[in-house]
């Protein structure tokens, strides 16, 4: 049984002047201890259906199955990472882990020992008292990041996390990033990333499904069969980011 | 007594492991201008990186190009928590970042206030601005685990001792 299933998923918004279809007709499955990025264009939906998994917003018509079951309300086993960061201004590092926790009704103790945990394996040791002002925007995702693993999720919903950091950030975020899904220690094991990235997806991901827009639909699920490190300079990783790029041009 | 202290680029320590990782991606060594080219990085920004770089003694940088150094890729090869420790040891060598130390190992309280800090900075550094050096300060500082700084208690102290 696939971890996640979708099922002829569809989402559309009522405006005035009638229905906006946002996503149309979406099916696929994931397999739990996949990394599978889904790259589209602005407007494609890839967000919104990053919250329809997460149960933040339910489907319009179809269903998502997880482990089989569907889901009613926000499904406790996954956590989000915004582009955004989300955090708040006047709470410190350890303030914005322990309130994620805290929302879940985790207890004290455990939050605290949890915070612990967290700083330490995303580097944020010595950050702890740090407001998220006084942080740089690589430094504000790690952020994101510890809050979101600090639940101890299944699996780890990613949207754009690291389009808001510049390109050496985001560099240092992304090597991170695979260095923590790989380490045994981990518990988040399947991952969703939406990105606009092309290269991203192709360095990351064991699987990138690609979407066009108007409406949001699936045209390309393309398996990544390069050995890790991957080497963004051969021959390979050129060709699967032209294959799809054209995918996307093609139904642009 | 100012002998030796040097100012350092006011650059977020991440721009140096991005640096790293793609000098690792390279072979090793690059041009600079390239680098900053294909990151789309504006170059006044990337030599700042390489300078910060340079000063921690990860790379060296002979005539424009910038190439990684055995501490480069030692610090590549280990996790997160092992960078700090390096940072914390290289930080510890350099004349700014030491004469804080001592500073503050001379302070009863293991600890300064801001403004007493951006006094020294304006001695030091008469050419900086200090605002500018103490942010960088607490922010590979805090990096490395050497130095904290608590905003609300206005206290600048020494990590770890």
Redesign the interface.
Known sequence: MPLLDLKQVSKSFAYAKGDLSVLENISFTVEEGEFLAVVGPSGCGKSTMLRVINGIMPPTTGQVLYNGRQIDGINLECAIVFQSFALLPWLTVKGNIEMGLEARGISPAECEKRCGIYI?K??L???E???PR?L?G??KQRVGLARALAVEPKVLLMDEPFSSV????????R??LL?LWQAPGTSVKTVIMVTHIIEEAVELADRILVMATSPGRVVGDLKVELPRPR???AEPFNALSDKVFSLIEERS | MTAGINPIPDCNLMWVFGLLETLEDRGGREDGYKIARDLAFKFSDLLKVMKAAEILGLVSTPSGDVVLEPLGKQFLAVDINQRKLMLREQLRKHGLFNYFVRLLRGQESRSLSKEVVLEHLAILLPAERPERTFATLVNWGRFAELFGYNKDEDRFYLDHE
Request: proline share 0%; no cysteine.
């Open positions: 330490d995303v580097g040791d010595g950050f008292e740090a407001y006084e740089s690589g430094m510049d390109a050496l950030t985001a560099i240092t975020l090597e991170e260095d080497d963004k300079r």
